[in-house]
Each structure stands twice: as C-alpha cells, then as structure tokens.
Nanobody, 115 residues
Framework: QVQLVESGGGLVQAGGSLRLSCVVS????????MGWYRQAPGKQRELVAS???????NYADSVKGRFTISRDSAKNTVYLQMNSLKPEAAAIYSC?????????WGQGTQVTVSS
C-alpha cells in the first residue's frame, strides 16, 4: 500500500506560478511511474505530466515548456512546477502513481487561476 498527499494548490493570477507537492508514503518497491492529472468541471480527467522511476518525463502538449515535473527521492516527494498559468489550467490536480498493476491516487488539490 502507498498513500499520496498533495499540497500547494490555491488561487493565482493568470501568468503566475504555483508548485504542487505530492508526498508518498508506504512501500515503494514496484513503483514505476508517478504523475499529475487534472480535472476541470465538466471535463474529462487528463494527464498533465508524468515521470518514470528512471526519470523520463512526459507532458501534455498544453503545458509543455511551462510545467515541470520532478521528484526528490530523499523526501519521497513529486513536484509539479507550474509557470505562466492560464485560466484554463484551473482544475483539481491529483497525484497518481503506478505500483505494479495498481494505480494509486491522492485526494487532489484545487488550483484556481483568475484572469
């Protein structure tokens, strides 16, 4: 079992920045991928960014060049640095990881972007 706890969401003006954090606890053996998804009201959940255990990253086209996913193994934490935020980025952001064939999710953190 693993547990994921996100933090760092909030209200920011368009063009501003936020950094989301996801602290992971539990048994780590078998974790292959970690990432961030978001879901806005009335829209489907979408992958924002992911990072493999080897450090390879993947981003949604809409955030490339503005968002950066990273991890700090010593702190068991995955980060999502979000720069140049646009109003359409407003959503609930959820941390996610895959351990073997099982997906784990955090409860999510709200990001609101004012125009």
């Amino acid at each position: 079992q693993v547990q994921l706890v996100e933090s760092g969401g909030g209200l920011v003006q368009a063009g501003g920045s936020l950094r989301l954090s996801c602290v992971v606890s539990g048994r780590f053996f078998g974790i292959t991928t970690m990432g961030w998804y978001r879901q806005a009201p009335g829209k489907q959940r979408e992958l924002v960014a992911s990072i493999t255990i080897s450090g390879s990253t993947n981003y949604a086209d809409s955030v490339k060049g503005r968002f950066t996913i990273s991890r700090d193994s010593a702190k068991n934490t995955v980060y999502l640095q979000m720069n140049s935020l646009k109003p359409e980025a407003a959503a609930i952001y959820s941390c996610h990881l895959r351990k073997w064939a099982t997906l784990y999710w955090g409860q999510g953190t709200q990001v609101t972007v004012s125009s």
